[in-house]
């Protein structure tokens, strides 16, 4: 008899400790939260990732590290975070990669319906950028000479589907141009290509470009986006130069696994703001490049799937595989 009565007692105890409720969102985090980043240690998202989790340690008093897990474009990070448990400890940086993928590779997972948005952190706009022999000084300088000749410009890349090509094809969609399509292994080798007057142009992140047009091995002749980049401000953009809608280039966001909890989420995406207005974030995240962007996750959410729209079609209309 007592031992049936202690051996329920032990059963309530289990079933109590089961059911019990997960800890609150002001207690959020408990132990340390993961900041996947699918590709390599150095880029601009491992960059961006690293200050905003020192940042966000500092306000919420806990750990938060930066784990690269590079391969297959995003692909596997990305992965190993749909997998996860949607508590708010393993989370995402995303990037406009996030977007491209599903258009180029059959996904073991949803890119938009297996993941909650939480907020976006930066962007870094694409700008163009030409041989230092081509005969032109600005954009529709450019425009007008492949116009004259289709077909015989060359353009690199760092690689088919990347960022570099898409962003190309985009720009030529827009223009009207025929430039033809030379890929590479990296941004690295593209630009030395174009340097060296072998391809006659490049469309690379502006950090990537800027220190080559400074040596004078590259003319840069327009940034993308909807104003001129605080970067380098005396450089005008495509929608200036008579190229509407030329908005392209790295964004960099935060997701979470699908069902993660809201009020965790809403913790998160209040606390980036905060750290997006700390005295000295901008500014060193403006050495590399990149600007604040802004947006609640919802913003955040509705921006990645109209992302994911646009590059659809420019990858379709493109014919890249």
Known sequence: MITSFFRVLALAAVFMLGVSPPAKAQDYPTKPVRFIVPFAPGGLNDIVARLFADHLGRRLNGSFIVENRPGAGGVVGSEAVAQSAPDGYTLLIASVAHAVNPSLHKLPYDSLNAFDPVASFVTSPNALAVAPDLPVQNLQEFIAMAKAKPGALFYASGGVGGSLHLGFELFKSLAGIDVVHVPFKGAGPAVINVAGNHSQAIIATITTLVPHHRTKKL??????????????????????QGVKGYDAGNWIGLVAPVGTPREIIDKLSREIAEVQKTPGVAEKLRGSG?????????????????ELERWGKVIKQAGVK
């Open 219 to 240: 003319r840069l002749l327009a940034i993308g986006g909807e104003k001129r980049s605080q970067f380098m401000p005396e450089l005008p953009t495509f929608e200036e």
């Open 290 to 306: 990149a600007e604040m962007l802004t947006m609640t996750s919802e913003e955040f959410g509705r921006y990645m799937q109209a």
